[in-house]
């Protein structure tokens, strides 16, 4: 197995961070956090590391070089040290072997960055809101608001744990294995897993905005899309969702990386993290959601606000929402799903409300059915069920 120039170079990215001075068509060099210094020749058909002695033990998938061959001209500036006499080179042929020299050379992998706190959230001001949802939703549907399994909330939201599924049969990430990175095969799975549009099924995903209606620019995949005809491109991002889906990578520098190879595309990059985890991850839609947080008095915002911090914070103001809704409606278990169909419904209703469209039409239907008792135990009795298997298994399964 041999490891690409493209994928040492992403992972050394993420665990090192930028490179220690500008990379040349030829090296490019990173910093330990002890300020040692290591290389990689850009040229070489396999993954070759310059670094600094002492010789490292007996690591599976990294082997010694005779020759550190150090002779090249780009070595320089921060990189000076890797022109010593003493400098070492070892060859090394895939990720973990990768990352197993660099628990070495650089020390164990720092800690997940720690996910940041909720945005405020004001009680009276979330009841005096909810009480806005209330009079929205009973004059759009007819019926007021009693639970996300019934009325214009399942009408309209019921759909996306049956989206995720599909997505993930596409994915099948239990499949995925190093030696397909670079391959394009992860990258057409994930593209796959985006353009959903399944009469069948009656599944569209609207969670991306994928669909080439108004120019291909304006995809939010554009960069998966191009990665088709870039082997470059395509490997780093193969890696980095090899690393997000299999390989135990760091979240939060792996979403940083994909925001810059995607131009920041935050509901493509949200999406992604919602079919790897969805007790943790929702989809999101900035300028909907935005909206949401204002009318719920949450001073926080997510337009043009792609980075790992802003998408914690995002996600842990859904779940400091659920203790409100759950006060506010009477309902048990709200889920972070709940949360997350509650400021969509929200924001799109108060959308509605300012262009004039909130009320039904003259004899239109009532939006959604109410269920009876008997309905309700069963709905109940299921997500138990589910949530059983699911915690049995001892994994955050594909079904919510």
Known sequence: ?????????????????EPAKPPTDYVIGFKTPAGKVLAIHREASETRIWF??????????????????????????????????????????????????????????????????????????FRDAFARFQALITARSGHAFTGFHE?????????????????????????????????????????????????????????????????????????????????????????????????????????DRLSELTSGKYPLLAYSYFLKDTDRFMPIQPTGFDRAFRALGIDF???????????????????????????STGLQHVRLVDAHSFCWIFATLLKWEADGVIARAPGGKDEGRVLGGREKSIIAMRLSVENTVKNANGCTGARI
């Open 151 to 255: 009325g214009l909330a399942a009408v309209w939201e019921n759909y996306k744990p049956r989206l995720r599924d599909h997505a993930l049969g596409l994915l099948r990430t239990s499949e995925w294995s190093e030696a397909e990175i670079g391959s394009g095969t992860i990258l057409n799975r994930m593209i796959e897993a985006i353009e959903i549009q399944d009469s069948r099924s009656n599944l569209t995903n609207n969670l991306v905005f994928w669909q080439n209606r108004f120019g291909h620019a304006n995809r939010d995949h554009r960069a998966l899309l191009e990665a088709r005809s870039n082997a470059k491109l395509s490997r780093e991002i193969e890696s980095l969702l090899f690393g997000l889906f299999r390989g135990g990578a760091d979240e939060g520098a792996t979403f």
């Open 1 to 17: 197995m041999t490891l690409a120039i493209a994928d040492a170079e992403a992972i050394l990215r993420l665990r090192l961070g």
């Open 52 to 125: 600094e002695p002492p010789a490292p033990p007996s690591l599976d998938g990294v082997r010694p070089m005779n020759r550190a061959s150090n002779g090249n001209s780009n070595i320089n500036g921060p990189l000076q040290p890797l022109c010593a006499p003493t400098t070492l080179r070892v060859e090394v042929d895939s990720p973990g072997a990768l990352n197993r020299f660099l628990d070495w050379y650089a020390g164990p992998r720092s800690a997940p960055r720690a996910i940041t706190a909720a945005a405020a959230i004001d009680p009276r001001a």
């Open 301 to 327: 915002s997510t337009l043009r606000q792609c980075s790992w911090e802003n998408y914690s914070t995002y996600n842990q103001t859904l779940a400091a929402l659920r203790p409100n809704i759950e006060a």
